[in-house]
């Protein structure tokens, strides 16, 4: 393509010189520190003409790496912002990096595969190499420069989606790039940051690379408002707290069961996005029930008596989580058969068998009423989201069913 400008980045003064040397090209001097998202910025921001073509990872390019049938797959693609094609490495593998995007409950999923085609193109959310766009909606959505490696290109394929933007691959265009195709998604740190923009805990990639992240790392608070679920990294703290409880009060030898919506979200698989607190039922007596509370003080929990409820409830917190101790009045153990009553009932909740209600289904039942296996009360529905494009309003779950997590 002559006459077509060539920016490239380089370090030092003889890849400068180097690289000036050939016809068309404009050398954009950084340094080895100079971040890859920075660097991009700088080039792009010496782009004059409507086409840009954004050369990530590439190395090479023969007649195979057809830009005009970019150019015109971009201009009659409907809703095409950006264009990419095949990749093939210098090892020889050959792929078509073309990922839909999945953004809820905390979790972001790139999977491999396309949901709808024209032109002889795959419609993505992202794709994994080169690709061509235009100046004007580089200009609209500028890369993100607090964002290192591949994130920075995943992060603007986001903000792009969100703004109504397809991108696509076409198969029969070639570019040839550079390294693995792991390389792009394995290392952890580059993520890290993308993580706390988009306040995701889970970042699930291609190839089974899957990144995990603290509520600290995700810049996420559990002090959540009631219209969006409580982040997976708040809940695997509430049930640590919960596992925790119960065994300084079983080890001081108090009966203990877990109680009220813990027993409900017990029955529907475990604790539920939408909980943030929890609930036990504790029987004894009150200094050895004193005796726990020093010991969970000592733990780090704060610990005092409501003046709200009716029976005496401690109230433990922790991490703006909250944990309920109330009285366990009536011992049920009566109406197990006989030979099993020295058995206590134990349900999976919070990742472990915690001593219950002799039957969970019942005390659930009894305690929801109608409609106990729903998630709102009959006739009601979930507050009202004040962020609709949030990936973790509640509003975007289903009001009845086992809510399933990106895996």
Not at 2 to 15: P, W
Not at 106 to 130: I, K
Not at 252 to 267: C, F
Not at 336 to 359: D, E, F, I, Y
Request: net charge neutral; proline share 6%; hydrophobic share 40%.
């Amino acid at each position: 393509y002559d006459g077509v400008k060539i920016l490239v980045a380089v370090i030092g003064s003889s890849s400068v010189r180097v690289a000036e040397g050939y016809v068309g090209v404009k050398a954009v001097r950084v340094t080895a520190s100079t971040p890859t998202s920075v660097r991009w910025s700088r080039m792009l921001r010496l782009v004059g003409t409507k086409y840009v073509l954004v050369c990530y990872t590439a190395v090479a390019f023969s007649p195979y790496t057809d830009v005009e049938r970019l150019i015109r797959a971009l201009r009659l693609l409907p809703h095409a912002a950006f264009v990419s094609g095949a990749t093939r490495n210098e090892t020889g593998h050959w792929a078509v990096e073309c990922f839909q995007a999945r953004l809820e409950l905390y979790a972001l999923m790139l999977r491999e595969g396309y949901t709808a085609s024209a032109l002889e193109c795959m419609y993505c959310d992202a794709v994994g190499g080169p690709f061509l766009t235009t100046l004007a909606q580089m200009a609209a959505t500028p890369l993100d420069e607090r964002l290192t490696g591949s994130a920075v290109f995943v992060d603007w394929f986001l903000r792009v989606r969100a703004n109504g933007g397809l991108g696509a691959a076409c198969p029969d265009v070639l570019f040839f790039t550079a390294g693995g195709r792991k390389a792009l998604w394995a290392n952890r740190r580059s993520w890290t940051p993308l993580a706390a923009k988009w306040g995701v805990t889970d970042i699930l990639l291609p190839l089974r690379h899957y990144h995990h992240f603290t509520c600290q790392e995700a810049k996420l608070s559990c002090a959540v408002p009631q219209d969006l679920a409580a982040p997976p990294c708040c809940l695997a703290f509430l049930g640590r707290s919960l596992r925790d409880v119960v065994t300084v009060l079983e080890a001081t030898g108090l009966t203990v069961q877990v109680a009220e919506s813990t027993v409900v979200g017990g029955v529907k698989g475990g604790l539920q996005p939408w909980q943030t607190d929890a609930h036990l039922a504790v029987m004894g007596s009150q200094g050895e029930l004193r005796l726990c509370l020093d010991i969970l003080r000592r733990g780090g929990f704060s610990a005092d008596l409501s003046e709200e409820e009716e029976d005496p409830t401690y109230v433990l917190a922790s991490q703006d989580l909250t944990l309920f101790l109330h009285p366990l009045t009536l011992d049920l153990q009566g109406d197990l058969p006989t030979s099993q009553r020295a058995t206590p009932t134990r349900m999976h909740v919070a990742g472990a068998w915690l001593p219950a209600p002799p039957n969970p289904g019942l005390y659930a039942r009894g305690l929801a009423g109608p409609g106990s296996l729903q998630h709102r009360p009959p006739g009601e529905a979930w507050p009202k989201c004040s962020d609709p494009a949030h990936h973790s309003c509640l509003d975007h779950l289903p009001l009845d069913g086992t809510w399933t997590k990106l895996r």
